[in-house]
T-cell receptor, first 118, second 114 residues
């Protein structure tokens, strides 16, 4: 079974500073993908960044980067130069291959609420 | 480009009433489709997924059912709603089941049961 753990219920950061949101995972699938989603107060789930389990380099997308440490089974999200609009709930999620034990479903963590202060 | 539409945005229903939430995807064919439920302040729980017309898999036993009458249409239903069915319901799609494919979500439906 797959499991995602986000141990930070809430995080605070000053505008323009960087912040790291933690995510650890557990899976028996040899190949998997890790995702981060942003959920503003309006409710929609916005896909931010993806990291493949065999990727050698950490993924980056604009101000978002993923600090992937496979041996530690962690996939932390780093947001640089925080903006007020970054205030939202952030979810880490994992997806295995359809041929594995998870039939391609997405497993979510419990989320971290990020608040950016001016 | 692909888009996903979900409606209604909000719904208030009495206990024991029926439910029908609809989700449609545009700009792609044969998508994988998913229904999730999110309790307040919590993560998402997968309810149903579908890899093709008429093919529905249920993740958890519950009061709800799903149907896929057309390739890009996914419907979440109930014959009699319970108080515990309250929550935020999200529909999602992906082009396939590979681990490198993200799921893309609709705007969600906030369901309140009175």
């Amino acid at each position: 079974a797959q499991k995602i753990t986000q141990t930070q219920p809430g995080m605070f950061v000053q505008e323009k500073e960087a912040v790291t949101l933690d995510c650890t995972y557990d899976t028996s699938d040899p190949s998997y993908g890790l995702f981060w989603y942003k959920q503003p107060s309006s409710g929609e789930m916005i896909f931010l960044i993806y990291q493949g389990s065999y990727d050698q380099q950490n993924a980056t997308e604009g101000r978002y980067s993923l600090n992937f440490q496979k041996a530690r089974k962690s996939a932390n999200l780093v947001i640089s130069a925080s903006q007020l609009g970054d205030s939202a709930m952030y979810f880490c999620a994992m997806r295995g291959n359809a041929g594995g034990t998870s039939y391609g479903k997405l497993t979510f963590g419990q989320g971290t609420i990020l608040t950016v202060h001016p | 480009s692909q888009t996903i539409h979900q409606w209604p945005a909000t719904l208030v229903q009495p206990v024991g009433s029926p439910l029908s939430l609809e989700c449609t995807v545009e700009g792609t064919s044969n998508p994988n489709l998913y229904w999730y439920r999110q309790a307040a302040g919590r993560g998402l729980q997968l309810l149903f997924y579908s890899v093709g017309i008429g093919q529905i898999s249920s993740e958890v036993p519950q009061n709800l059912s799903a149907s896929r009458p057309q390739d890009r249409q996914f419907i979440l239903s109930s014959k009699k709603l319970l108080l515990s069915d309250s929550g935020f319901y999200l529909c999602a799609w992906s082009p396939g089941q590979a681990s490198n494919q993200p799921q893309h979500f609709g705007d969600g439906t906030r369901l309140s049961i009175l």
